[in-house]
């Protein structure tokens, strides 16, 4: 996968505000691999690349809302 060199531990980092840790994270000196997108499964994520070559996807679940969601239709 693109922008994903091999290693031997990705950690998933799940969050209240992901969009502004990612925010923070590129503000920071990170690249962004993957700009925050809302995702099929249910969460919505954004990829970064820190100064030191170590990739991750930075996640905020949206199952809460999806449940609440649901329940009102």
Do not use: N
Request: hydrophobic content about 35%.
């Amino acid at each position: 996968m693109d922008g994903w060199p091999a290693h031997g531990l990705v950690a998933q980092i799940y969050v209240e505000d992901s969009d502004q840790l990612f925010k923070r994270a590129v503000d920071a000196g990170a690249t962004e691999i993957m700009p925050m997108t809302d995702m099929f499964f249910g969460s919505r994520e954004g990829r970064v690349k820190d100064p030191y070559g170590t990739c991750g996807p930075l996640r905020r679940s949206r199952r809460k809302w999806l449940r609440k969601r649901c329940s009102e239709e």
